[in-house]
């Protein structure tokens, strides 16, 4: 082994983060691998690298016998003492092998190990980047769009990750070398093979924004309740303080709508609701159904978790909504099947 093969280890181990240790051990298990061939698989093969004097030293340990029956394993004493002079049967021989013999194939074998070995370990460390940053959320730069399917491939940190076109929010129009926020929903697979399944229309992410935003989610005094989204068009959030003198609902909106303002940006204009979470499910139910005005609210008794609202003839649509969506998103919000009905019983058909 010459002192390129010890310099490039100490490189690897610098910039790419990979321990030498790990890089010898693999290096002397693959070279004994090799080595063993020649001697039809026997385990007599034993391979030692002393990285600070900089020498690997390859050897057979063979059984000393008085009648050889495998040539493989074991030497007759009267060869062992070609060796070793005091050596007796039944003693371990180690003879070192000589370069020439197994040179080229631990050369090779060491260059292969250690491409595998900086492929295995960045797999490893990519593993440990997606679990630290599982049901987070993180900025990721745009590397490339695919134009059939429309998926994109990521830069997270020094991993890359796909964002299927299902992912991404309707009508978003993602730009290679632009950065954008993403929710690391889950993360599978193995050090082997680490796959992140991220997302831009998963709840999780207006959850994290606003948590980013405002001060008073991430110290705890205000709690996100709940989260019902139409990735692109609305999202309702359900807030609690637990603090009687701190407003959830306006520590989200901000001063003169500015955090929920920078939030509405981040998810390019998306519209958001914030209401305020109730232990009381017909207050609940109302507050989930703005902008609309709520007469009221009954609820079943079948504990079913169904209710009727009544609304102001005037506001039936804007309580369901267009396509149904307000009403969709409250149910979604609070858990509850809401029917909605004007107040004067009639429908405008």
Same mark, same amino acid.
């Given at each position: 082994?010459?002192?390129?093969?010890?310099?490039?280890?100490?490189?690897?181990?610098?910039?790419?983060?990979?321990?030498?240790?790990?890089?010898?051990?693999?290096?002397?298990?693959?070279?004994?691998?090799?080595?063993?061939?020649?001697?039809?698989?026997?385990?007599?093969?034993?391979?030692?690298?002393?990285?600070?004097?900089?020498?690997?030293?390859?050897?057979?340990?063979?059984?000393?016998?008085? *009648?050889? /029956?495998?040539?493989? +394993? %074991?030497?007759?004493?009267? $060869?062992?003492?070609?060796?070793?002079?005091? !050596? =007796?049967?039944?003693?371990?021989?180690?003879?070192?092998?000589?370069?020439?013999?197994?040179?080229?194939?631990?050369?090779?074998?060491?260059?292969?190990?250690?491409?595998?070995?900086?492929?295995?370990?960045?797999?490893?460390?990519?593993?440990?980047?997606?679990?630290?940053?599982?049901?987070?959320?993180?900025?990721?730069?745009?590397?490339?769009?695919?134009?059939?399917?429309?998926?994109?491939?990521?830069?997270?940190?020094?991993? *890359?990750? /796909?964002?299927?076109? +299902? %992912?991404?929010?309707?009508? $978003?129009?993602?730009?290679?070398?632009?950065? !954008? =926020?993403?929710?690391?929903?889950?993360?599978?697979?193995?050090?082997?093979?680490?796959?992140?399944?991220?997302?831009?229309?998963?709840?999780?992410?207006?959850?994290?924004?606003?948590?980013?935003?405002?001060?008073?989610?991430?110290?705890?005094?205000?709690?996100?309740?709940?989260?019902?989204?139409?990735?692109?068009?609305?999202?309702?959030?359900?807030?609690?303080?637990?603090?009687?003198?701190?407003?959830?609902?306006?520590?989200?909106?901000?001063?003169?709508?500015?955090?929920?303002?920078?939030?509405?940006?981040?998810?390019?204009?998306?519209?958001?609701?914030?209401?305020?979470?109730?232990?009381?499910?017909?207050?609940?139910?109302?507050?989930?159904?703005?902008?609309?005005?709520?007469?009221?609210?009954?609820?079943?008794?079948?504990?079913?978790?169904?209710?009727?609202?009544?609304?102001?003839?005037?506001?039936?649509?804007?309580?369901?909504?267009?396509?149904?969506?307000?009403?969709?998103?409250?149910?979604?919000?609070?858990?509850?099947?809401?029917?909605?009905?004007?107040?004067?019983?009639?429908?405008?058909?």
């Amino acid at each position: 082994m010459n002192n390129e093969f010890f310099e490039a280890v100490k490189m690897l181990e610098k910039e790419r983060g990979i321990p030498s240790e790990y890089l010898y051990e693999k290096i002397q298990n693959a070279i004994v691998t090799a080595v063993k061939r020649e001697y039809n698989g026997k385990d007599v093969v034993f391979c030692d690298i002393d990285p600070e004097k900089q020498t690997m030293k390859v050897y057979l340990r063979k059984l000393v016998v008085e *009648e050889v /029956t495998c040539e493989d +394993s %074991e030497i007759s004493l009267e $060869e062992a003492q070609t060796y070793k002079k005091r !050596i =007796k049967v039944g003693d371990y021989l180690e003879i070192k092998l000589d370069p020439k013999k197994f040179g080229r194939i631990a050369a090779q074998t060491a260059k292969h190990v250690m491409r595998q070995g900086i492929k295995d370990v960045e797999r490893g460390q990519t593993m440990q980047e997606f679990q630290s940053k599982n049901q987070e959320l993180v900025t990721a730069k745009v590397v490339s769009v695919d134009p059939k399917t429309g998926n994109a491939i990521l830069e997270i940190g020094r991993a *890359e990750a /796909t964002l299927p076109k +299902s %992912e991404q929010v309707p009508g $978003e129009v993602l730009v290679e070398g632009s950065l !954008i =926020k993403i929710y690391i929903v889950d993360v599978k697979g193995s050090d082997r093979d680490p796959r992140a399944m991220i997302s831009r229309t998963h709840p999780g992410l207006v959850r994290r924004l606003f948590e980013t935003e405002v001060p008073e989610i991430y110290d705890g005094t205000v709690e996100i309740k709940s989260v019902s989204r139409e990735a692109g068009s609305r999202t309702k959030i359900a807030v609690h303080s637990t603090d009687e003198n701190v407003d959830a609902v306006g520590a989200c909106i901000g001063p003169r709508g500015a955090r929920v303002g920078k939030v509405v940006d981040l998810l390019g204009g998306e519209k958001i609701d914030i209401v305020k979470y109730s232990e009381d499910a017909c207050e609940f139910i109302a507050a989930a159904l703005a902008p609309a005005d709520v007469i009221s609210v009954e609820v079943a008794e079948d504990g079913s978790k169904t209710c009727l609202v009544k609304v102001p003839d005037t506001q039936l649509s804007l309580a369901i909504g267009n396509k149904g969506q307000n009403v969709r998103l409250a149910a979604k919000l609070t858990g509850w099947k809401i029917d909605i009905h004007p107040e004067s019983g009639f429908y405008e058909g």
